[in-house]
């Protein structure tokens, strides 16, 4: 079963960006990911089409028309489509290894990109749409945002990645940061690999490994160190 994605948006050339390229791209040419970028617009109505229309209450920007949308969303996802229905969104909730993991576990999903200002609530609510953020900071459109979640969930589908075991180790699926890495030459500018990483002794390799992500983890994301707690003491 193929990981199958419909990218609802203003910009459909967008589509399939760098996705077309390296690992995400042959995944699609084999047929492991689908990924289709439907324009709203196609679904506006009028002689101008208008996609967007100002704020109620006043206020700069513009405002996705919420009409325009659902019929948008209904047509590339009829009753019975059981892909998530996603907003690409600053106010979601932050975009999480184990979501990317649990959406490559399922049949695919529909992504809605905002634009201006953002969309109508009252589409958010009527379609179900679980508002999804890749950071705290604002872009101009969700297309990045998009392309990034498709870009994390595609790696992850059963056969995308070469070496299945690279993936399991990385930052975050162990709820820590990954290790730091090396590879030839042996000295670079005076510097050299860490001796115990040449040393043969893989029982030394992995503790190394480990004590080093635990380091980083400490000094730079101590709150994951916290989550891990709580996931432990479950
Ligand atoms: N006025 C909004 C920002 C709109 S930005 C606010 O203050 O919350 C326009 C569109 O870009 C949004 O509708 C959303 O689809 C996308 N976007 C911007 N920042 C994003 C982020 N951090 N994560 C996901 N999507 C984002």
């Known amino acids: 079963m193929s990981f199958r994605a419909t990218i609802l948006t203003l910009y459909p050339e967008m589509f399939p960006g ?11 040419e084999r047929g492991d990911a689908e990924i289709e970028a439907v324009n709203i617009r196609d679904h506006a109505t009028g002689r101008h089409r208008n996609v967007d229309d100002t704020p109620a209450g006043g206020g700069a920007g513009m405002v996705l028309r919420p009409d325009v949308l659902a019929r948008a ?27 990317v993991r649990e959406l490559a576990d399922g049949p695919g999903a529909v992504i809605v990109c905002g634009r201006f200002e953002g969309v ?22 969700g297309e990045p945002a998009a392309l990034i979640l ?13 070496n299945a075991a690279s993936g ?10 990954e ?6 030459p042996q000295v670079f500018e005076n ?6 990483l040449t040393s043969g002794n893989h029982r030394a390799v992995d ?14 994301r101590p709150d994951l160190l916290e989550d891990r707690k709580d996931q432990l003491a479950k």
Do not use: C
């Open 18 to 28: 760098h996705l077309g390229l390296s690992l995400a791209g042959r995944a699609i």
């Open 73 to 99: 969303i209904d047509a590339v996802s009829p009753e019975g489509d059981v892909r998530p229905r996603l907003l690409m969104s600053p106010r979601g909730k932050p975009l999480t290894q184990a979501r």
């Open 120 to 141: 109508d609530q009252r589409v958010i609510e009527a379609r179900n749409l679980e508002e999804v953020s890749i950071g705290d900071y604002v872009l101009s459109g």
């Open 150 to 162: 498709l870009d994390a969930v595609i790696r992850v589908l059963p056969g995308v990645m070469g």
């Open 168 to 177: 399991t180790h990385e930052s975050f699926e162990t709820g820590l940061l």
């Open 179 to 184: 290790h730091p890495h090396y590879t030839r």
């Open 191 to 196: 510097r050299e690999i860490p001796a115990v």
């Open 207 to 220: 503790e190394w490994r480990e004590a080093e992500s635990l380091r980083l983890t400490r000094e730079r």
